[in-house]
């Protein structure tokens, strides 16, 4: 590249400054770098906040703050899901649970169990079909019998009397419905508590199987935050694991408690991205070290290098503080884009110091020469790589908009604080050693030579095949997927986002709803039936909908139940200690040997004859106990087999006193989540399909805009963000081009270099996303920011590459050989190393950027080494230095 005497007697005379005085500049840098230390730790922060990632002014951003503000009070809150083996025991942990974190006004502002209140426990009933009301009121008649007879005597002793009634009774109806099913689930509890397990009878799911509210228990928890730290809810999160630990009964099955919703997701996502950027980070600077090491045979080089790297990073990091003051997810990855990019300026300087060291006996001079003679090619490529990643700022892509201005600024000040440090380090400290043998200075030169020569004896085949390979290219990369799901990019082994998935699985839980509001009464009326009608809607929820239907046929058969109850439906009795049930199970026993024989039925005689087993188990093991063992081995058959049925008893009687409900009936927490202060309304719609398949989402989507179009919530988030961030790229993505090329083509002044620093940069990013088809990595919020850092190093190792070319082609075994080339292989495998390591991350999404960014680097590679070379040949007219 030709260099104009003007700029040479500028760099001349800025290197002459550096060199004379280098304690005086590495001083200055040093209480710079201080500075910038101070002003980064007290300015920048990182905001977690993905909302504002994208399009923040788009109207669909729009419309999801005017839900947020009618209806703030679910906002940024952790959803915590119970599960246990019996609905009773998830009811009561939950409360055990509410109980705990409510009274920890240190950590968590309110908690509360959605749907459990004196309101629901008293009209529950009304809200279930007619169809479904009736059947537990016919399995509420047929047990009655049994109920009756357990409230008189409410231990082991009558539990085990009524079986034997059961047994002997002609009419086995009157007194236990459906015995064989009972006595399988009897015989299983037993089973596991007498072989050291927990278990509970759920009496809920044997009576009131329909009841509402029954299988996972859900807590909404509003925690407080501590901003000042990367995990602003870790504290919050910390004691409701606690509270978790502490609510566990050894005596009782174990109580499974997910931790997930936007505040539990966010939290193991920052944990996971943390955790990965810094294994990344630590990986990488291990890795560019033994690199450097390799690269400079000289352990003073690569200590300066490091130490210009490392002042580098704090000017960026200062100037991150400034011009954005907070970090988000996606402009993070500028500090591990620094390691990669930033250390290439220094490897072209330190490679082609060495190999001036060489021809100049002074050390200043070799620094000199090395100073002017790698300046404009690297200005050139920071340049064109800064077009690259400035072309994303004026995007409605926010994550990547910051992220490319503070990537695109970095490389000038890591450029800048190489032309400043290194040359100013290097002056003080020894001169590397000089080869022995000045004829071949490079040692493993015979590969390079080799190598060297096939692109250019075979440039047409390379050319040809090169054509065949784009045109697949072409082909794979129509086949592209894109995955703009959140949830798809979070590490799947977290609770958070397995217990997210398992609600996806539910229609009656899934977090994919969309949301409407409608500004009256008349408005949602009409809004409710429209979208009721949609093919993609399942239901949709309203303030409208806890008016019960059908009112007054339903108290009519509740008020039957209550009749047909008698005086039990005042209060279900407690459990009594039982002093001795032994009695009671020798008689079942030998009540089962006297009708075993009679039984023709398979089921029957199977089911009678491990209930006989379990029963005699019972009786060996209380022989086998000294007293207080045997009190405590009773108390827990009886926790086992009769724990649950007094709650869940007196929770039925409580719903027998149900009264006609108006909406203006409905508490004030119901009505505040349905009806905002200013009088929206909110319309909830579910879908009817799977809304992981993008057509399925786009149809749900586009019906309910139809009827609806400010509809708002997370499929919306989704929809919407995936268009935006497509589009934003897209028009980055030629904008970048075109500018690089407008360039190139104005600094040169030669059309043929222009297209030959283009053509490869082109054809890796081709290969890149046929690979991922390849590969099967869908683009993603994450991985599409590589598409910028690719583009850019593409462009810089195709300047170097083809300004080498121009002097080289006659003598093709120096092309691999020359600092430049060198400093583009070690720089590509820096950048590299920078970014394999994210590869491995549990975060999908960030292991995915660093899938890509890898596949991509090796393309540039194949790109810069052998298709250029090759197509250099057939273009450009070999010179003789």
Not at 37 to 62: E, M, R, V, W
Not at 146 to 151: S, V
Not at 261 to 282: Q, R
Not at 744 to 752: D, G, H, K
């Amino acid at each position: 590249m030709s260099l104009r005497p003007r700029s040479h007697t500028v760099l001349s005379r800025w290197g002459n400054r550096i060199i004379g005085n280098p304690v005086a500049v590495l001083a200055v840098m040093i209480l710079l770098g201080v500075w910038a230390l101070q002003y980064t730790t007290g300015h920048l922060s990182i905001d977690t906040d993905t909302a504002q990632l994208i399009a923040p002014d788009a109207p669909f951003q729009q419309f999801s703050r005017r839900y947020e503000k009618a209806f703030s009070q679910d906002l940024h809150t952790l959803l915590l899901v119970v599960e246990s083996d019996t609905p009773e025991l998830t009811k009561t942990a939950s409360k055990r649970l509410l109980r705990l974190l409510s009274a920890d006004t240190e950590h968590i502002n309110s908690a509360y169990i959605p749907n459990d209140n004196v309101f629901f426990r008293q009209n529950g009933l009304l809200y279930l079909d007619m169809a479904e009301l009736q059947t537990l009121s016919n399995n509420l008649s047929l047990a009655q019998p049994f109920i009756g007879r357990i409230a008189q005597q409410p231990n082991l002793s009558g539990f085990f009397s009524i079986f034997e009634d059961a047994l002997t009774s002609e009419d086995k109806t009157q007194v236990v419905p459906d015995l064989t099913a009972l006595l399988d689930k009897v015989t299983q509890a037993l089973h596991k508590t007498l072989n050291d397990g927990n278990a509970l009878l759920s009496w809920e799911s044997l009576i009131a199987e329909n009841k509402p509210h029954s299988g996972d228990g859900f807590i909404i928890v509003s925690p407080k935050f501590d901003y000042s730290q990367i995990r602003p809810a870790k504290m919050a999160i910390e004691s409701v694991r606690k509270a978790v630990a502490d609510i566990q009964d050894p005596s009782l099955p174990t109580v499974k408690v997910w931790l997930t919703g936007e505040v539990g997701l966010e939290d193991d996502e920052l944990a996971g991205v943390s955790t990965g950027t810094f294994d990344a980070c630590i990986f990488s600077v291990v890795v560019v070290v033994f690199i450097l090491l390799v690269a400079y045979r000289s352990v003073l080089l690569t200590v300066a290098t490091l130490l210009t790297l490392a002042l580098g990073m704090l000017f960026c990091g200062a100037f991150a503080a400034f011009a954005v003051t907070k970090l988000n997810l996606i402009s993070l990855a500028f500090a591990v884009s620094n390691i990669g990019l930033g250390v290439e300026y220094a490897i072209h300087f330190c490679l082609r110091y060495r190999d001036n060291l060489r021809t100049h006996i002074n050390k200043a001079l070799a620094l000199r020469g090395t100073l002017t003679g790698t300046a404009p090619a690297l200005m050139l490529s920071a340049g064109t790589t800064s077009i690259g990643l400035y072309a994303f700022i004026p995007t409605d892509y926010k994550g990547v908009s910051e992220l490319g201005l503070l990537a695109g600024t970095s490389l000038f000040i890591c450029l800048l604080i190489t032309f400043i440090t290194l040359p100013a380090l290097l002056r003080i400290t020894p001169a590397p050693s000089k080869p022995l043998d000045t004829k071949n200075p490079h040692p493993d030169s015979k590969w390079p030579e080799r190598l060297a020569a096939l692109p250019l004896h075979y440039a047409k085949q390379i050319a040809f095949a090169t054509l065949v390979l784009a045109v697949v290219s072409i082909v794979l990369t129509f086949k592209v997927k894109t995955d703009f799901n959140p949830i798809n990019l979070r590490d799947p082994n977290t609770e958070s986002v397995i217990a997210f998935k398992n609600l996806m699985k539910d229609k009656e839980t899934t977090p994919l709803t969309l949301t409407v509001l409608a500004k009256n009464e008349a408005d949602a009326r009409s809004l409710r039936h429209k979208l009721s009608t949609l093919a993609s809607v399942d239901k949709t929820v309203s303030l409208f909908d806890f008016q019960p239907a059908d009112q007054d046929e339903k108290l009519a058969l509740i008020e039957e139940m209550s009749l047909m109850l008698g005086a039990q439906a005042q209060r279900f009795p407690g459990l009594t200690t039982d002093p001795n049930p032994v009695p009671n199970i020798e008689r079942l026993i030998k009540a089962i040997e006297s009708i075993l024989p009679q039984k023709t039925d398979l089921r029957e005689r199977t089911v009678l004859t491990a209930f006989k087993k379990e029963l005699q188990d019972i009786l060996i093991e209380f022989d086998n106990r000294q007293q207080p063992g045997q009190r405590q081995l009773i108390e827990k058959i009886q926790t086992t087999l009769l724990g649950t049925l007094p709650n869940v008893m007196n929770e039925l009687l409580a719903g027998l006193n149900a009264g006609n409900i108006a909406l203006a009936d409905l508490p004030p927490d119901i009505k505040n989540k349905w009806l905002s202060k200013d009088g929206s309304y909110r319309i909830q719609i579910y879908p009817k399909k799977d809304l992981n398949d993008l057509s399925n989402l786009n149809q749900f989507i586009t019906e309910v805009q139809s009827v609806a179009p400010e509809t708002t919530d997370l499929p919306i988030m989704y929809w919407e963000s995936m268009k935006a961030v497509i589009s934003a790229f897209q028009e980055a993505i030629v904008i970048a081009l075109i500018t690089i090329a407008l360039l190139l083509f104005a600094i040169r002044r030669n059309i043929v270099d222009t297209l030959l620093v283009m053509t490869p940069l082109i054809l890796a990013g081709l290969f890149t996303m046929a690979s991922t088809v390849i590969t099967q990595t869908p683009i993603n919020f994450a991985n599409i920011i590589a598409l910028p850092l690719l583009l850019g190093l593409g462009v810089d190792n195709g300047i170097h590459m083809v300004e080498k070319l121009h002097h080289s082609l006659s003598e093709a075994q120096n092309i691999y050989q020359s600092s430049t080339a060198r400093a583009i292989f070690y720089g590509a495998l820096t950048t590299t190393s920078s970014f394999a390591g994210l590869a491995f991350s549990p975060h999908e999404g960030i292991a995915s950027m660093g899938l890509i960014i890898t596949m991509g680097i090796f393309w540039i590679m194949v790109c810069t080494f052998i298709i250029l070379p090759a197509f250099s040949k057939l273009v450009l007219r070999e010179k003789r230095v």
